[in-house]
Structures are given as C-alpha cells and as structure tokens.
C-alpha cells in the first residue's frame, strides 16, 4: 500500500482511538465523581463541581490508553489495530514505554494545540504527514517513530 493510503489509514485509526479514549476518559471522570462522592456523603454532581478530576481525567484517559497498547507486543493501538498498522522505531524494533510516552505527550499536546485555537491548527496536524517526504507527524519525529502496514 502506498504511503498516503497508511497516512489516511493512519488518520482514521486516530479517529477511532478519539471514540475510545473519549468513553475511557467519561467513565474515568463519573468513576471519580461516583467515589468521591460516597466518601463525602454528596451527589455526583456536587463531587463533579468540588474536585479538579474532570480537568486531569482526559490527560490520563490519553496515557492510560496509548501508553500501554503502543509498547505492547501487538504495537499498535486498537484503532491502528482494526486498520493494520503497526508502530515500529526508526530502527525497526518494537517501542518502549518511554518512547510511548514521548509520542503520546507529544500528540496530546498537537491535538490540544489545534483544539485551542478553535480548529486552525488540525489542518497542520494532518498535513505534516500528508505532505511531508516521510509521512511522519509531529509526535513521529519526536519520539523517531513510524507507523507502517502490518503485512509490510
């Protein structure tokens, strides 16, 4: 498969991911919500509006999600899975978890970017790898990964 097809193939596993990682971070926000309130004898709702968990819950939805299945055997997450992408090191070898890390940081904070500036900057999210000569996105080039076919 060519290039553009695994950067577009790349795109909507990213897509996917979102989804999950949007339900992950709702059920880890409710969750907290849920404790913190038995603990202090209160509503969920009232729990929701006395603690900062809401504001945290989606950075650890986000490490809780791509750290492990990116460093895992399979080296994909589960989106880049169902697509057959695989993640490798500019070397070949499967990533560690620090370099997941790095990657993920790094991607949180370009998506993070182009969501704060209302949308202006997805397009230059999307383009890096799009246009660019080695198909890498941002948090590629930070953490000297790509992702590549699985069958390749």
């Given at each position: 498969?060519?290039?553009?097809?695994?950067?577009?193939?790349?795109?909507?596993?990213?897509?996917?991911?979102?989804?999950?990682?949007?339900?992950?971070?709702?059920?880890?926000?409710?969750?907290?919500?849920?404790?913190?309130?038995?603990?202090?004898?209160?509503?969920?709702?009232?729990?929701?509006?006395?603690?900062?968990?809401?504001?945290?819950?989606?950075?650890?939805?986000?490490?809780?999600?791509?750290?492990?299945?990116?460093?895992?055997?399979?080296?994909?997450?589960?989106?880049?899975?169902?697509?057959?992408?695989?993640?490798?090191?500019d070397?070949?070898?499967?990533?560690?978890?620090?370099?997941?890390?790095?990657?993920?940081?790094?991607?949180?904070l370009?998506?993070?970017?182009?969501?704060?500036?209302?949308?202006?900057?997805?397009?230059?999210?999307?383009?890096?790898?799009?246009?660019?000569r080695?198909?890498?996105?941002?948090?590629?080039?930070?953490?000297?990964?790509?992702?590549?076919?699985?069958?390749?």
């Amino acid at each position: 498969m060519s290039d553009r097809g695994v950067t577009l193939r790349r795109i909507a596993a990213l897509a996917l991911d979102g989804l999950a990682v949007t339900f992950l971070g709702f059920a880890l926000s409710r969750g907290t919500d849920f404790f913190y309130a038995i603990l202090h004898e209160i509503s969920t709702d009232e729990a929701a509006r006395l603690t900062y968990w809401g504001d945290i819950t989606p950075w650890l939805a986000i490490l809780i999600y791509f750290i492990p299945t990116e460093s895992s055997p399979w080296q994909a997450s589960p989106g880049k899975i169902l697509l057959r992408l695989v993640l490798k090191t500019d070397q070949e070898v499967r990533i560690g978890p620090l370099r997941a890390l790095v990657r993920t940081v790094v991607k949180g904070l370009s998506i993070y970017a182009s969501l704060a500036t209302f949308g202006v900057g997805f397009p230059i999210f999307v383009a890096i790898p799009l246009f660019s000569r080695s198909r890498k996105a941002l948090h590629d080039w930070a953490a000297e990964t790509t992702v590549v076919d699985r069958s390749a």
